[in-house]
């Protein structure tokens, strides 16, 4: 059974790890290429965007596909609104894993805004030291903020060429250590952390680290992502997938 995941997160990955090998089942794992080095994967992968609803239709009727697991980033919105249309249009069945929200403990002092150009006016007038956790793709909304100092970590640099004034780049790749993030909000004297709110233990820590140091968080609020079948884990997907794949192969 020919099976696409739409991947780019470690809940992906450990479904590429889980299924390599099984005979029922024949994966390709797709990512949008925005990581130049990629974690190798045991699975055939394909890299690049696959040209919109009408793209992924061709793509899931020249290869093939009998099922696509969508484990996309729960803030990679656009990919999964695309799955959900081209699954409805050619009738392929449609899993979705999204990994749950963290949630709000007692001690935390989160301020939930809706996109980053909400949370670049949430940091306020007055110049503050920020820590930016958020990905690439949003590092250059806080050019509208420029009186704050940005440290941004990220896996790769921005793309964009207007970037705020005052901005380091820290290029580093989860999973993150409790006390050491402890040790750089210190160090770089961090005032308040704009965060995604992710889910998952990967980057969680800076969250903990946050609370631990009373820090607030301007956490950006997950969009609409539409949803095939929901699964709760990468288990949940095998045993779907299983479930579909002729039996005895
Ligand atoms: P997005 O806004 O939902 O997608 C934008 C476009 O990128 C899609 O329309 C599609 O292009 C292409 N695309 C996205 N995921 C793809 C995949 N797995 N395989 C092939 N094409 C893909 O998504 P995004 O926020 O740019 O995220 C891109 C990738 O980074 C995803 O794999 C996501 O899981 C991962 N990621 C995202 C975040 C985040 O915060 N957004 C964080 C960590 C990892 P076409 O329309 O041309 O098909």
Not at 31 to 51: C, D, K, S
Not at 104 to 121: G, L, N, P
Request: glycine residues 8%; contains cysteine; charged residues 25%.
């Amino acid at each position: 059974m020919r099976v696409l995941i739409l991947g780019g997160t470690t809940e992906a990955s450990a479904l590429a790890r889980q299924i390599a090998g099984d005979a029922r089942l024949a994966p390709v794992l797709s990512l949008a290429g925005r990581t130049t080095n990629p974690q190798p994967q045991p699975i055939p992968t394909r890299t690049g965007g696959f040209g919109g609803i009408e793209g992924l239709v061709r793509f899931l009727g020249d290869d093939k596909v009998d099922a696509v697991v969508d484990a996309t980033h729960p803030y990679a919105d656009q990919m999964s609104a695309h799955a959900v249309a081209a699954c409805r249009e050619t009738g392929v069945p449609l899993a979705s894993l999204v990994r749950p929200e963290w949630q709000r403990h007692a001690d935390d002092r989160w301020h939930v805004v809706a996109d980053a150009e909400a949370a670049a006016r949430a940091l306020g007038a007055e110049p503050r030291r920020v820590f930016l956790s958020l990905g690439r793709q949003e590092v250059h909304v806080f050019a509208s903020a420029p009186q704050h100092h940005y440290l941004a970590r990220l896996i790769e640099r921005p793309e964009q060429t207007k970037l705020p004034p005052d901005l380091r780049l820290l290029q580093a790749r989860g999973p993150f250590d409790r006390a050491d993030e402890e040790r750089l909000l210190r160090a770089e004297r961090i005032d308040v952390v704009v965060s995604k709110n992710a889910g998952g233990t990967a980057t969680y820590a800076k969250i903990e680290a946050a609370r631990a140091l009373g820090l607030p968080v301007v956490m950006i609020a997950r969009p609409h992502k539409p949803a095939g079948v929901a699964m709760a884990d990468v288990d949940a997907c095998v045993a779907w997938l299983h479930g579909l794949a002729p039996r005895g192969v």
